[in-house]
């Protein structure tokens, strides 16, 4: 590997930022694109054949343009569908990210877990796997959640977030069983930890959020290495496929990440 390597960082929107900024912690040396397939966006709608399509075709764009050494899928709604298949048409090394279900279940101490995702990745064949697979005996919830994550970009266009609303959304996760209660939540969408005040806010008794932004980090550093002591920084840049400006609220947050906007961001052929 490079000592200062690209990594390309994707979602669908900017839910993927909370696995950047732990990467980018942990290779600070690195150069970043993040890529949000914003014209696509929410991928929680697709079906299953379009969206495997569209990522597909979309990762090998950026993968053309940008010529990354790894490949960050930042995203479980496409991880869980498209995985697999990236593997089989790229050389390159890729990351997914998949709903944290292993440890999650490891630590709960009431056996009661729930799995808060997309509708589509709680959906999923590569979850119901997982769960069978690393469970543990625990009882598991699957929750199909639509609005957090166009919440979650709201607020970082600078709008409120609603607490009734992540109160709805999350209340599914909440269940009492043979006086046990749910102790631990899976947040198997990466735009969740963006919301997690709310979250903590809106839940109705305490709970172990399980964000697995971490957990990627370290498996990237497994495959590229650590940096190196007398590296200098990177960079990071941000790349729309909708090629959208973003607004001064975005740019703040994006700031605030680390991130700029690329000027030419615009693609055509990855629309
Ligand atoms: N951030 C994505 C995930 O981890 C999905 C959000 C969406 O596009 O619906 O699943």
């Given at each position: 590997m490079t000592q200062s390597p690209t990594i390309l960082v994707f979602d669908s929107?900017?839910?993927g930022l909370t696995v950047y900024r732990e990467i980018a912690a942990a290779r600070p040396d690195a150069s970043f694109v993040y890529a949000a397939d914003d014209a696509a966006f929410?991928?929680?709608?697709?079906t299953e054949p379009a969206l495997s399509e569209r990522v597909v075709s979309v990762i090998g764009g950026l993968i053309g343009q940008y010529e990354p050494d790894l490949v960050v899928i930042a995203c479980n709604t496409a991880s869980t569908l498209v995985l697999a298949e990236l593997r089989r048409r790229f050389s390159i090394a890729f990351v997914g990210t998949v709903p944290a279900i292993k440890p999650a279940c490891a630590v709960s101490r009431s056996r009661l877990v729930s799995v808060l995702g997309t509708e589509a990745t709680v959906a999923r064949e590569y979850t119901r796997t997982l769960i069978r697979d690393y469970g543990e005996g625990c009882a598991v919830t699957l929750v199909g959640a639509r609005r957090l994550a166009p919440l979650a970009e709201a607020h970082l266009r600078g709008q409120p977030v609603d607490p009734r609303i992540v109160a709805e959304e999350i209340a599914p996760c909440f269940v009492e069983h043979r006086g046990q209660r749910t102790d631990t939540i899976v947040l198997a969408c990466t735009h969740f930890p963006l919301l997690l005040d709310a979250l903590g806010a809106a839940r109705p008794w305490p709970v172990t959020f399980i964000d697995p932004a971490e957990a990627i980090a370290r498996r990237v550093i497994d495959l590229i290495g650590p940096v190196a002591p007398d590296a200098a920084p990177g960079g990071a840049q941000i790349h729309f496929t909708s090629g959208a400006a973003p607004s001064a609220a975005l740019a703040q947050s994006l700031a605030d990440f680390g991130l700029q906007p690329m000027p030419e961001s615009a693609d055509s052929a990855l629309l």
């Open positions: 929107g900017l839910g929410p991928y929680g709608g697709w």
